[in-house]
């Protein structure tokens, strides 16, 4: 398989995710589309906060990691895991800043501190 047919088949789809997310973010809590945590679901403040919060962080870090795996891909064709590392690590930073947000922002009843 062609190395930049990988990387935008991984790191491509999920920009394309994040760009859906970004602009078409849930309205109401739904057990179907979205950031879903229980502390994301505690009412509808929370959900719209953490759904805007994340489609941003979300669309910044998948467009980081997509610019990132085409130039791993372009100074070495030869990758394999890469892509998909760089993949997870920007899911997982998206998601750890919301969480810590969340925390930040709400308390445990899920009113603003």
């Known amino acids: 398989m062609n190395p930049f047919y990988y990387v935008l088949s991984i790191n491509g ?3 394309v995710l ?3 997310f970004y602009f078409f973010p849930p309205k109401k809590i739904n057990a179907i589309y979205g950031y879903r945590t229980y502390k994301s679901m505690l009412n509808q403040d929370i959900w719209q906060f953490t ?6 962080q979300f669309l910044i870090y998948s467009a980081i990691s997509l610019v990132a ?3 791993i891909v372009y100074l070495n064709p030869k990758i394999s895991w890469q892509p998909m590392a760089l993949m997870l690590l920007s899911l997982a930073v998206s998601i750890i ?3 810590q947000t969340i925390t930040k922002v709400f308390d ?4 603003r501190k």
Do not use: C, Y
């Open 97 to 99: 800043k919301t969480e």
């Open 108 to 111: 445990n009843e899920g009113n």
């Open 51 to 56: 759904n805007s919060f994340f489609a941003k």
């Open 18 to 20: 994040s760009v859906i």
């Open 69 to 71: 795996a085409l130039f």
């Open 13 to 15: 789809l999920l920009f």
